[in-house]
């Protein structure tokens, strides 16, 4: 589900969905089936996929309800399901506002609106390349409010090259890892039959 400009994941031979026109032709470029549509109102069938990620995606949708629904209604029962969002809201920073978040999720309640909708974590990992520093934070979004264009050409050419080569290893565990320290999370998720 939206991919956007730089998909995480393969992307050829795959079903994509998106809201931005350049993000589709881009995925169609690379071998993606894309289909511009909402995630609260997918055009697949029921139990359409084995396998659906939507990374980085229910916590910019002001309906969660509805993209976590439609979510688990194209996932086959016993398929399986990756999501990555952002956790705790008391870490709400000036870049969840600049990328359009609506949310971070407390745990607890990220894991009640999964079972909501029949989806049970298998297992987790930390995610993200959101940096530790406050300082480098609050940097980036001075240029990215000032310079836009020109901190997006550093970001795309230099800085996140550089952040994919030094990120680490996702190391998935059973279940829910400890999220005290954790910005982002992502989790395999089955969908009860």
């Known amino acids: 589900m939206a991919p956007g400009l730089r998909p995480r994941l393969p992307i050829a ?16 470029a690379h071998g993606a089936n894309a289909v511009q549509g909402l995630v609260t109102s997918q055009p697949f069938a029921d139990a359409s ?85 406050s300082r480098l934070l609050d940097i980036g979004m001075w240029w990215l409010t000032h310079h836009r264009e020109r901190a997006l050409w550093w970001y795309n050419r230099a800085f996140m090259p550089i952040g994919l080569a030094r990120q680490k290893k996702l190391h998935l565990a059973p279940g829910l890892i400890p999220t005290d320290a954790v910005d982002e999370i992502l989790m395999v998720c089955r969908r009860d039959a």
């Open 49 to 133: 996929f084995d396998l659906v990620c939507a990374l980085d995606i229910v916590e910019h949708v002001e309906d969660e309800d509805g993209a976590l629904s439609e979510l688990a209604r194209v996932t086959s029962p016993g398929g399986t399901l990756l999501i990555s969002t952002p956790l705790h809201p008391s870490r709400w920073n000036a870049f969840d506002d600049f990328v359009g978040h609506k949310r971070r999720y407390e745990p607890a309640r990220l894991l009640s609106k999964l079972a909501q909708h029949g989806l049970s974590l298998q297992s987790s990992a930390a995610f993200g390349m959101q940096p530790r520093s």
């Open 13 to 28: 031979a795959t079903h994509c969905l998106d809201i931005s026109r350049p993000a589709l032709a881009q995925l169609a």
